[in-house]
């Protein structure tokens, strides 16, 4: 599976948090974590301030509609 | 004991609207694809109406429509029906605001070091990272121990400082991944075949 043959070349795998903060200072490493943090939050934000697009809203208001279609049918034991 | 209570339809339609930008989200950063991930969206929102006997008013909708959502990217992504990506027509937006000697993030590179993750890592750096679920509620979307997803989110973090540190990109972000992996696995495994 794909997972599985990512997970084996993963360098959080195989890389240590030893070897890392060898090569990297400390510091560094926080404001990298904050500006990863950051931009996780602010790529999720950026999708939620987008309009719905017509299609989906579309596509619900065809399910209600259907639902009441269906629930407006006579009873045939009426 | 009591039946779980079941919403009324336009109440049930209220608060499935109402996810919906959460779940564009969720399915854009998990498909790295506005296409792919509006596709899901509407799947998703299909499967829940169809399903909504079993809501149970109360709960939380966006966490129960993660979850159909989630099951459906990765059993289509089995299928191939999707593939992962990165979305070229971000590629030039910047993310966070750097100190002046750092340069900017990315969000093409943000998004296309989420796609050089595990599935299972970049879903969960995507719920408690960008999300902001709680360990405790994204181990019950992924379906997972509270522990296995702290341990995810960690090496998720690590593993994308590194990519973004040493810009490692593969051809698994440009959406080719998938292909090329099954294209050479069909070919070795044809060969051990022959070999045997």
């Known amino acids: 599976m794909a997972s599985q043959d990512k997970n084996q070349t993963d360098p959080s795998e195989s890389n240590e948090e030893g070897q890392q903060s060898k090569d990297m200072p400390v510091k560094s490493k926080d404001d990298m974590q904050q500006r990863l943090g950051l931009g996780l939050k602010n790529m999720y934000l950026n999708v939620l301030e987008e309009p719905l697009p017509d299609d989906i809203l579309a596509l619900l208001d065809q399910l209600e509609d259907d639902d009441d279609a269906d629930s407006s049918q006579p009873d045939v034991h009426e | 004991m009591n039946k779980p209570r079941a919403l009324p339809p336009s109440q049930f339609k209220q608060e499935l609207t109402e996810a919906i930008p959460h779940l564009r989200a969720f399915g854009r950063s998990l498909s790295g694809d506005r296409d792919v991930a509006d596709d899901l969206v509407q799947d998703t929102l299909l499967k829940a109406w169809a399903a909504r006997d079993r809501f149970i008013a109360g709960t939380s909708m966006r966490a129960w429509t993660f979850v159909i959502l989630r099951n459906t990217f990765f059993s289509s992504m089995r299928r191939k029906k999707f593939s992962a990506n990165y979305d070229e027509l971000v590629a030039e937006r910047i993310l966070s605001a750097p100190a002046p000697q750092?340069?900017?993030?990315?969000?093409?590179?943000?998004?296309?070091?989420?796609?050089?993750?595990?599935?299972?890592?970049?879903?969960?750096?995507?719920?408690?990272g960008a999300g902001g679920y709680s360990y405790e509620e994204a181990a019950e979307i992924a379906n997972c121990a509270v522990g296995t997803m702290k341990s995810r989110v960690s090496r998720a973090r690590k593993a994308l400082e590194v990519i973004l540190e040493e810009g490692r990109f593969t051809a698994a972000s440009d959406g080719h991944g998938n292909l090329t992996t099954t294209a050479l696995e069909n070919i070795i495994g044809a060969v051990e075949k022959i070999a045997s």
Do not use: F, N, W
């Open chain 2, 102 to 128: 750092q340069d900017p993030l990315h969000l093409a590179d943000l998004q296309r070091g989420l796609m050089e993750l595990s599935d299972d890592q970049r879903e969960a750096i995507i719920l408690v």
